[in-house]
């Protein structure tokens, strides 16, 4: 049984709240930890990709895990609560130690390596059954794409807080700057990472009378096909859409002028995309998710390309072209995690059983793997293409083999590849429709 509770702007917005937090991790790392390890720390660009991607991955055979752990935690307790309590608590401490690397070179990746690990894992912790939560705290289609609402202008504040506040923060380079930077905001994730455990301890779980073990975790979600085919289209948006947030600081660094510039037009990004989520879920009641996310794949697509010419051009042009990717971030965001729900919701309407924490924690991995894979590929790139490492003591000019490498693997080569996710769309959509048995409407199943 769904909590009866009304679900008050109030209480959407405490839950969503957690999106802030969960995405300035996301955003923080993404833009800066790969720079930090190759400039700050003299740590070599492919070294550093993987430093950047063996925690992750190691969620993405984790996440199933803590979803199941979830489950058993909502059948033992009817609550969701301690698992996200102890990320909460966790997360901020892990964050602030990646940052405070005390040694250099392959010491430093070492170090990097196993305190991103904890924040990986506490990351987790949270973000599992915090995702599970709107379809225990809604029956409506209506109300969870509301909630996905908040969701996406929260995750949209805390890309806008952690983009433009880390750059600055960090803007003198030096590894004693990082780490202000990560007390700073380990603290503000401290407090905000509490508001959504608190907001919710009264939501109850529906607990199945049998929690599935990690294998049979991923057989219920391999069961679900409008799950699996949202999940591919997840897993890619995520590896080339990060390969562009990757990019921006070396492409600051060697076209823009540097962190104040990337600052600018991170801002201009994360707060055009801030203010475009309203109007994303507007369009997604009106005309439904399913077209909402294919146009805000494009908008991406046409973005991803144009900022190869605007790199050259300079920041004005890059700010500009940022404002058409931004609106595409927005719509395909609301728009794919609405449909989640829709998926949970099918998942219990076909089995009988409560597999939120199950789908969740899937959903969590893939979407961990493609923040994983994204510094992976844009450092190939660059490391193809001879980028060399530095510290502030030793710096290095980079061939113009290397920035090319720098302004293609940020631009035109994610934003072509983005092309492949429409047709894991289009079968999404058939998938739902059979499933349904109906055609998908705007507004109802959410699609």
Same mark, same amino acid.
């Given at each position: 049984?769904?909590?009866?509770?009304?679900?008050?702007?109030?209480?959407?917005?405490?839950?969503?709240?957690?999106?802030?937090?969960?995405?300035?991790?996301?955003?923080?790392?993404? /833009? %800066?930890?790969?720079?930090?390890?190759?400039? =700050?720390?003299?740590?070599? *660009?492919?070294?550093? +990709? @993987? &430093?950047?991607? !063996?925690?992750?991955?190691?969620?993405?055979?984790?996440?199933?895990?803590?979803?199941?752990?979830?489950?058993?935690?909502?059948?033992?307790?009817?609550?969701?609560?301690?698992?996200?309590?102890?990320?909460?608590?966790?997360?901020?401490?892990?964050?602030?130690?990646?940052?405070?690397?005390?040694?250099?070179?392959?010491?430093?990746?070492?170090?990097?390596?196993?305190?991103?690990?904890?924040?990986?894992?506490?990351?987790?912790?949270?973000?599992?059954?915090?995702?599970?939560?709107?379809?225990?705290?809604?029956?409506?289609?209506?109300?969870?794409?509301?909630?996905?609402?908040?969701?996406?202008?929260?995750?949209?504040?805390?890309?806008?807080?952690?983009?433009?506040?880390?750059? /600055? %923060?960090?803007?003198?380079?030096?590894?004693? =700057?990082?780490?202000?930077? *990560?007390?700073?905001? +380990? @603290? &503000?994730?401290? !407090?905000?990472?509490?508001?959504?455990?608190?907001?919710?301890?009264?939501?109850?779980?529906?607990?199945?009378?049998?929690?599935?073990?990690?294998?049979?975790?991923?057989?219920?979600?391999?069961?679900?096909?409008?799950?699996?085919?949202?999940?591919?289209?997840?897993?890619?948006?995520?590896?080339?859409?990060?390969?562009?947030?990757?990019?921006?600081?070396?492409?600051?660094?060697?076209?823009?002028?540097?962190?104040?510039?990337?600052?600018?037009?991170?801002?201009?990004?994360?707060?055009?995309?801030?203010?475009?989520?309203?109007?994303?879920?507007?369009?997604?009641?009106?005309?439904?998710?399913?077209?909402?996310?294919?146009?805000?794949?494009?908008?991406?697509?046409?973005?991803?390309?144009?900022?190869?010419?605007?790199?050259?051009?300079?920041?004005?042009?890059? *700010?500009?072209?940022?404002?058409? &990717?931004?609106?595409?971030?927005?719509?395909?965001?609301?728009?794919?995690?609405?449909?989640?729900?829709?998926?949970?919701?099918?998942?219990?309407?076909?089995?009988?059983?409560?597999?939120?924490?199950?789908?969740?924690?899937?959903?969590?991995?893939?979407?961990?793997?493609?923040?994983?894979?994204?510094?992976?590929?844009?450092?190939?790139?660059?490391?193809?293409?001879?980028?060399?490492?530095?510290?502030?003591?030793?710096?290095?000019?980079?061939?113009?083999?290397?920035?090319?490498?720098?302004?293609?693997?940020?631009?035109?080569?994610?934003?072509?590849?983005?092309?492949?996710?429409?047709?894991?769309?289009?079968?999404?959509?058939?998938?739902?429709?059979?499933?349904?048995?109906?055609?998908?409407?705007?507004?109802?199943?959410?699609?």
């Amino acid at each position: 049984m769904v909590n009866s509770r009304p679900l008050t702007a109030r209480r959407m917005a405490g839950w969503g709240v957690g999106a802030f937090a969960s995405n300035a991790f996301n955003t923080l790392p993404g /833009l %800066l930890l790969l720079i930090y390890m190759t400039d =700050a720390l003299g740590v070599p *660009a492919a070294l550093a +990709g @993987v &430093v950047v991607a !063996v925690p992750k991955l190691f969620d993405l055979i984790a996440s199933a895990w803590f979803g199941a752990l979830s489950d058993r935690e909502a059948t033992r307790t009817g609550r969701r609560r301690r698992l996200m309590t102890s990320g909460a608590l966790v997360l901020p401490f892990a964050f602030v130690a990646t940052f405070s690397s005390p040694v250099r070179g392959g010491a430093a990746a070492l170090w990097v390596f196993a305190l991103f690990l904890v924040a990986s894992a506490a990351y987790l912790c949270f973000q599992v059954p915090f995702t599970a939560l709107p379809a225990e705290m809604s029956d409506s289609p209506r109300e969870r794409t509301r909630m996905m609402t908040w969701r996406t202008l929260f995750f949209t504040l805390g890309m806008l807080v952690g983009g433009v506040a880390g750059p /600055l %923060l960090t803007k003198d380079g030096t590894p004693a =700057a990082y780490r202000t930077m *990560a007390v700073i905001v +380990g @603290v &503000v994730l401290l !407090v905000v990472l509490l508001v959504p455990v608190m907001s919710t301890r009264d939501v109850r779980a529906r607990p199945a009378a049998d929690v599935p073990s990690l294998r049979s975790a991923f057989r219920t979600a391999r069961g679900n096909r409008p799950f699996v085919l949202l999940s591919g289209v997840l897993f890619l948006y995520y590896v080339l859409t990060v390969m562009i947030l990757t990019g921006l600081p070396y492409v600051a660094t060697y076209f823009l002028g540097g962190k104040k510039e990337q600052a600018t037009v991170f801002l201009v990004f994360a707060l055009s995309s801030t203010l475009a989520v309203p109007g994303a879920g507007v369009l997604a009641r009106r005309f439904g998710n399913v077209p909402l996310l294919m146009a805000g794949i494009a908008l991406w697509v046409a973005g991803g390309i144009a900022l190869y010419g605007a790199a050259g051009v300079g920041v004005g042009a890059t *700010a500009g072209v940022s404002v058409l &990717v931004a609106l595409g971030q927005a719509a395909s965001l609301v728009a794919m995690y609405a449909l989640l729900t829709d998926c949970i919701r099918i998942q219990a309407e076909r089995t009988g059983h409560d597999s939120a924490g199950v789908l969740s924690g899937v959903w969590t991995a893939v979407d961990t793997a493609g923040h994983a894979l994204g510094p992976v590929a844009y450092t190939l790139v660059l490391s193809l293409t001879g980028y060399a490492s530095s510290t502030l003591d030793h710096p290095v000019t980079q061939s113009s083999t290397a920035l090319e490498g720098i302004r293609i693997a940020y631009s035109v080569l994610p934003g072509l590849l983005l092309l492949t996710t429409f047709p894991l769309v289009l079968r999404f959509r058939r998938a739902l429709t059979d499933q349904t048995g109906r055609a998908p409407l705007a507004g109802a199943a959410g699609v």
